[in-house]
């Protein structure tokens, strides 16, 4: 089967842009989750969807970060505006309802 | 609060030697307990997971890890290193599939 695709793999800004990062899950996960990695870190939970419901926001920067999964698969994250500190690497990763994560490869962002 | 340390930033080995990566874990209840591991630019790929049962958990690429209850552990064990091992390791822990909580990391070099 296809996995987590993610696009851009790459994106460099500079601080105050806006960006967005788009993810498709794999086919038929109804669960869909995006992550921060920072350099040196773990994967951080940002936003979790099941279907195009959120699950858990709560480590999400509402003022700068959204997040959406409108018709239940695809979904887009975006950063306005962008701060140096939101340089990392954001991964998209989808599970059916209780499997495991299946992660993709992830956007590189980087903010000058 | 659930939260995991992995006390090793880099381990170094030669390839064939065995191998342990530490994690320690704090967590309320019985946890779901993972180990993933990313190579450099791809996403995290999951290596096996412990929920119940058998203590010694069998994973994919020749791993295995044991969860130990009284130490609040679930080191990851390998017992001759190949060079393609080389990567990044993260631990994990949750509450179910779908609530995970990771570690820093361990970076492991393999030496020819």
């Known amino acids: 089967e296809a996995g987590v695709a993610q696009s851009p793999r790459y994106k460099i800004i500079e601080k105050r842009q806006s960006v967005a990062f788009w993810c498709n899950p794999i086919s038929g996960h109804a669960t869909l989750y995006w992550y921060q990695q920072i350099l040196g870190q773990g994967p951080k939970l940002l936003i979790q969807?099941?279907?195009?419901?959120?699950?858990?926001d709560s480590q999400l920067p509402k003022d700068r970060f959204s997040a959406e999964r409108l018709k239940g698969v695809d979904s887009t994250l975006k950063i306005q505006p962008a701060k140096l500190e939101d340089s990392a690497v954001y991964l998209c990763?989808?599970?059916?309802?209780?499997?495991?994560?299946?992660f993709g490869p992830g956007t590189r962002l980087t903010v000058l | 609060a659930q939260s995991v340390t992995q006390p090793d930033i880099h381990i170094t080995v030669s390839e064939g030697a065995s191998l342990e990566l530490r994690c320690n874990y704090s967590y309320g209840a019985t946890p779901y307990l993972f180990w993933y591991v990313q190579s450099p630019g791809q996403g995290l790929q999951l290596l096996l997971k412990?929920?119940?049962?058998?203590?010694l958990v069998q994973g994919i690429k020749g791993f295995e890890a044991e969860f130990k209850r009284s130490q609040s552990s679930f080191n990851l064990r390998k017992p001759s290193v190949h060079w393609s091992d080389a990567a990044e390791y993260f631990c994990?822990?949750?509450?179910?599939?779908?609530?995970?909580?990771f570690g820093a990391g361990t970076r492991l070099t393999v030496k020819p």
């Open positions: 412990y929920f119940s049962g058998d203590t």
């Open positions: 994990a822990v949750g509450a179910n599939n779908n609530d995970m909580r």
């Open positions: 990763a989808s599970s059916s309802r209780t499997g495991e994560q299946f």
């Open positions: 969807f099941q279907n195009n419901g959120v699950v858990d």
